[in-house]
């Protein structure tokens, strides 16, 4: 007769348990820079069947020849002339590794500000209202923000 596994489990022993649940979700990633397009681990290299170089887009899974560093550079970041926009969705983390990477290559401090601006618009609704709210109260002259008072 074994009784020990009817005996109730120590609440420390299910808060243990909620911990390695705990770790099991996804780490953080860390922030991305590359120094250069072929750096993402979502543009890849190739040779086709024929040996010639090509290269994917991981983003929109479209592959091109040659290997064009601006030209790929131009279509993570929206802005290709003769290379068309990526269509894949492109995780803020990418898009703003791919941002400013673009913006070291051609910077100017006008294309610094222009994809700053367009960096804030590919936030979320939540992030840009939670930056708005913090830029008007430093802008305000406060260091916290304000505190919610009762009526
Ligand atoms: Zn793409």
């Known amino acids: 007769m074994n009784e020990g596994n009817l005996t109730p489990r120590p609440l420390d022993e299910i808060y243990d348990q909620d911990e390695s649940t705990a770790a099991l979700m ?6 991305l820079s590359f120094k250069s397009i072929w750096d993402s681990d979502m543009i890849e290299k190739f040779y086709d069947p024929s040996g010639r170089k090509k290269w994917r887009c991981m983003h929109c ?57 367009k960096i804030q618009q590919d936030w979320d609704s939540t992030d840009g209202r939670t930056l708005a709210y913090y830029s008007e109260a430093k802008s305000a002259g406060k260091d916290q923000f304000p505190v919610l008072r009762l009526i």
């Open 26 to 31: 996804p780490p953080l990633l860390p922030d």
């Open 61 to 117: 899974n479209e592959s091109w020849f040659e290997y064009n560093a601006t030209k790929a550079l131009s279509h993570v970041v929206g802005t290709g002339r003769d290379i068309g926009a990526c269509k894949g969705s492109i995780a803020n983390k990418y898009r703003q590794a791919y941002n400013e990477l673009y913006v070291s290559k051609n910077g100017s401090r006008e294309l610094k500000q222009q994809f700053q601006a």
